[in-house]
């Protein structure tokens, strides 16, 4: 059964810092990686998506990668904003299959 | 623009009570999905939809029905509520489903239900 992990559940920074969100996949046979931004209250919006034959995706400041091999991706964020303040949710689409199965999330507050 | 919309926002019923959950796409994507989301669970898949008339099983199928006699809509039921099925439900679509750069899943809103 495939488990996404999502390491640290919470992290806190300071306005500015560039940081990195990890996720991990115990089974390797997926189609794509997708991550996505939740508010509170709200509901979920993709940010990128990775296929399984792609290492890494960009959007803005914005940096997703993805090594199949290893069971990893990492989500990076340049220069963060007060604005980026959410939780980041990784999710993995089995292969064979067209369920997504996600982590339960980073929350991340970025401090003015 | 509305995208993919539920109904209602929130819910209050109560146990053994039917419940159904509304989500309309207009997109005319193909997938369909319904998933709850628990602290400490994070979001499971309830059912999903590849296209009308087609339905499967997701990770929590239990107490809950769908339908979907239309691209654009994909109703969830809850035959008898119960009070572990107090969630908020997502409904979601996407254009594909099987690894293609399409696959991205677009969310509603959610339907928070509590069942008393």
């Known amino acids: 059964k495939q488990e996404v992990t999502q390491i640290p559940a919470a992290l806190s920074v300071p306005e500015g810092e560039n940081l990195v969100l990890n996720c991990s996949f115990t089974?390797?046979?997926?189609?794509?990686l997708q991550w996505f931004r939740q508010d509170p209250g709200k509901g979920l919006t993709s940010l990128l998506l990775?296929?399984?034959?792609?290492r890494e995706q960009t959007s803005g400041r914005l940096n997703a990668s993805l090594d199949k091999s290893s069971g990893r991706s990492t989500l990076y964020i340049a220069a963060s904003q007060p604005g980026d303040s959410a939780t980041y949710l990784c999710?993995?689409?089995?292969?064979?299959?067209?369920?997504?199965?996600f982590g339960k999330g980073t929350k991340l507050t970025v401090n003015p | 623009d509305a995208g993919i919309t539920q109904s209602p926002r929130y819910k209050i019923t109560e146990t053994g009570r039917q419940v159904t959950l509304m989500c309309h796409q207009t997109?005319?994507?193909?997938?369909m999905f319904w998933y709850r989301q628990d602290l400490g669970h994070g979001l499971r898949l309830i059912y999903y939809?590849?296209?009308?008339?087609?339905?499967d099983k997701g990770e929590v199928p239990d107490g809950y029905v769908v339908s979907r006699s239309k691209t654009e809509n994909f109703p969830l039921t809850l035959e008898s509520a119960t009070r572990s099925q107090t969630s908020v439900y997502f409904c979601?679509?996407?254009?594909?489903?099987?690894?293609?750069?399409?696959?991205?899943?677009?969310f509603g809103p959610g339907t928070r239900l509590t069942v008393l």
């Open positions: 979601a679509s996407s254009e594909s489903g099987r690894g293609a750069s399409t696959d991205t899943q677009y």
């Open positions: 089974d390797s046979a997926i189609y794509n």
């Open positions: 990775i296929q399984s034959s792609q």
């Open positions: 999710a993995v689409t089995q292969g064979g299959s067209e369920k997504l199965v």
């Open positions: 997109w005319s994507h193909s997938y």
């Open positions: 939809s590849a296209a009308a008339d087609i339905t």
